[in-house]
């Protein structure tokens, strides 16, 4: 037994109506075969439709030798007639990324001889995994053929090919294959062995960008994105750089000069506040000579400032040196003795505050969920 594919015939059909010849209890929802069915069974890279059939919601669509089986949250009965419904936004956002995906790897497998080794459509990104690097350079040059041949509104053609056929054709594949093969063919830019649903004209796709390229494997993994859901996330991108341009009192086209001159500024900025800080500790250190085991309170310190006071009263005070900086959650902490072993002591001061942190035998950092007034009290239990 077999299930006739509708969406064969017609990529863009999404409403049907199919016998139920079974519907059965599963792991995560009502198991449900009919005779035929538009819905789209995950496979070759591309993501399964969803929608409902007979009412009840499709969560997941599978193939099994053949037969396809749709998971459903209610049960159908089976012998009754069940109206199906495809969510369109989601065929026709599936179909266009796995159309641009074949005029990419096939503009790639003619001017590079690369071979698509891998394909997944994610929720986010479509990546291809190619056997071969390609430079910046050659990235972009794919980009320009592959819109061109999406403006040029080229016929998507697929038909299934016999041995006989196979033999004559020259197509992409992933693994050797025997008739009848489904061929999916656009003219002059790629014939390749293909289960999935497509546009029938090329124009359908709208646009292809291709974002990256890094190295995988031996190859590239590339990703990119076509159609509506490329248009929709170089909106996000826009609107992204044009609060960013607004931030940065800069025109949308200048906005990564405005923010290098930006960064470069706090860089300066951050190194003469650790100038200022290191003279403010070196005072600090100096005022607190001999004095002994120290407990100190400094608000607004990052860590590193944390650590930095520390290892400067360290060297003064001749006994233990403890810095804490509260920052709304608790205190971030650096505890040194010069020459000494605070492992035992660390441990303790962590499991009494709900700290974590480590370090040196002579030197811990970290933070801590206790208030200041649960610090003093834990140094004044154990030395001040």
């Known amino acids: ?100 995906e074949h005029i990419v790897s096939g503009i790639i497998h003619r001017k590079y001889g690369y071979e698509n080794v891998g394909f997944h459509m994610g929720a986010d990104f479509v990546t291809i995994d190619l056997s071969g690097e390609l430079t910046e350079a050659q990235l972009r040059g794919v980009e320009d053929e592959a819109n061109r041949a999406v403006r040029a509104d080229l016929p998507i053609r697929a038909f299934f090919a016999d041995e006989a056929q196979l033999a004559s054709l ?26 999935g649903t497509h546009a ?7 646009l292809i960008r291709l974002f990256s ?31 960013v341009s607004n931030l940065l009192s800069a025109k949308p086209l200048e906005t990564a000069a405005a923010a290098e001159r930006t960064a470069r500024e706090l860089a300066d900025a951050k ?44 060297e003064t005070c001749g006994g233990r040196a403890a810095v804490f900086s509260p920052d709304g959650h608790g205190c971030r902490y650096a505890v040194g003795r010069r020459g000494g072993d605070l492992r035992a002591f660390a441990a303790a001061m962590n499991a009494a ?17 206790a208030t200041a007034d649960e610090v003093r009290a834990f140094f004044g239990a154990n030395g001040g």
């Open 1 to 100: 037994m077999t299930t006739e594919r509708l969406y064969y015939g017609d990529p863009h059909l999404t409403a049907f109506s199919a016998r139920v010849l079974s519907c059965e209890r599963g792991k995560r929802g009502w198991e449900t075969v009919l005779d035929r069915t538009a819905f789209y069974p995950e496979g070759g890279g591309q993501p399964c439709d969803l929608g409902t059939l007979g009412g009840a919601a499709v969560t997941d669509v599978r193939e099994r030798d053949g037969v396809i089986v749709h998971t459903c949250a209610a049960p159908l009965e089976p012998g009754s007639e069940a109206a199906g419904e495809i969510d369109r936004a989601r065929r026709d956002d599936l179909t266009e990324q796995h159309s641009g």
């Open 170 to 195: 020259p197509y992409r594949s992933k693994k050797a294959l025997t008739g009848p093969v489904r061929l999916v063919e656009i003219p002059g830019i790629d014939r390749c062995a293909c289960c």
């Open 213 to 243: 390229a890094v190295r995988f494997r031996g190859g590239v993994r590339v990703e990119l994105l076509c159609g509506r859901r490329c248009l929709a996330y170089l909106n996000g991108i826009y609107e992204q750089n044009r609060a």
């Open 200 to 206: 029938e004209r090329t124009g359908e796709i709208g």
């Open 353 to 369: 505050l709900r700290g974590r942190g480590g370090g040196k035998p002579d030197f811990v950092q970290g933070s801590a969920e």
């Open 271 to 314: 190194y003469r506040l650790t100038r200022l800080e290191d003279s403010v500790f070196a005072q600090k250190a100096e005022a607190l000579r001999g004095a002994g085991d120290v407990l100190l309170f400094e608000e607004g310190l990052s860590p590193d400032g944390v650590r930095r006071l520390a290892a400067a009263v360290v």
